[in-house]
T-cell receptor
Framework: AQRVTQPEKLLSVFKGAPVELKCNYSYSGSPELFWYVQYSRQRLQLLLRHISRESIKGFTADLNKGETSFHLKKPFAQEEDSAMYYCALGTGGGNKLTFGTGTQLKVEL | KAGVTQTPRYLIKTRGQQVTLSCSPISGHRSVSWYQQTPGQGLQFLFEYFSETQRNKGNFPGRFSGRQFSNSRSEMNVSTLELGDSALYLC?????????????FGPGTRLTVL
């Protein structure tokens, strides 16, 4: 069975500091991984996906199959980055997402 | 383009009752997925419909069921409600249901079971 683990419930950093949100997965097949974000009082929305290998809002994430990880990184945190971040594993042809429990990122001034 | 809409936004029911939630996907989207979100279990996949057919199903009891209509609108039904069914139910739509195109989430329906 597939599983996504986000070890930190809350991550607090100062503005301008680097950010790393951890995500590990367990899946026997070829993984498709995503990061979703939920800002205060907004809907859950896609931040980035590993197949796109893109940087969104300064965030990047690299899939490491050896370590079964997909950590989210940003070199310099901004106040507007404060939000709930969910790592998700796509299976079933992308039709089913298995989410981690989420990490609340708080960027302090 | 209007986003995913869900109705009602809030519901209060008592144990043993049944409930039907509705989801209207983004125009042109044919895949609709449902998720349950609770503080204890987080976001859990319920099922996914594409062209009126259920394609994937999560690990929920048979009391949870759904359907999709020819206009891609979807409904989710929970029968014989239990206290543990109190949750935020999210619906998400995708364009084609093929590959890994983006899922767009609705605002959710907050169900409280008393």
């Amino acid at each position: 069975a597939q599983r996504v683990t986000q070890p930190e419930k809350l991550l607090s950093v100062f503005k301008g500091a680097p950010v790393e949100l951890k995500c590990n997965y367990s899946y026997s097949g070829s993984p498709e991984l995503f990061w979703y974000v939920q800002y205060s009082r907004q809907r859950l929305q896609l931040l980035l996906r590993h197949i796109s290998r893109e940087s969104i809002k300064g965030f990047t994430a690299d899939l490491n199959k050896g370590e079964t990880s997909f950590h989210l990184k940003k070199p310099f945190a901004q106040e507007e980055d404060s939000a709930m971040y969910y790592c998700a594993l796509g299976t079933g042809g992308g039709n089913k997402l298995t989410f981690g429990t989420g990490t609340q990122l708080k960027v302090e001034l | 383009k209007a986003g995913v809409t869900q109705t009602p936004r809030y519901l209060i029911k008592t144990r043993g009752q049944q409930v039907t939630l509705s989801c209207s996907p983004i125009s042109g989207h044919r895949s609709v997925s449902w998720y349950q979100q609770t503080p204890g279990q987080g976001l859990q996949f319920l099922f996914e419909y594409f062209s009126e057919t259920q394609r994937n199903k999560g690990n929920f009891p048979g009391r949870f069921s759904g359907r999709q209509f020819s206009n891609s609108r979807s409904e989710m039904n929970v029968s014989t409600l239990e206290l543990g069914d109190s949750a935020l139910y999210l619906c998400a739509s995708r364009l084609s249901g093929q590959g890994f195109d983006e899922q767009f989430f609705g605002p959710g329906t907050r169900l409280t079971v008393l």
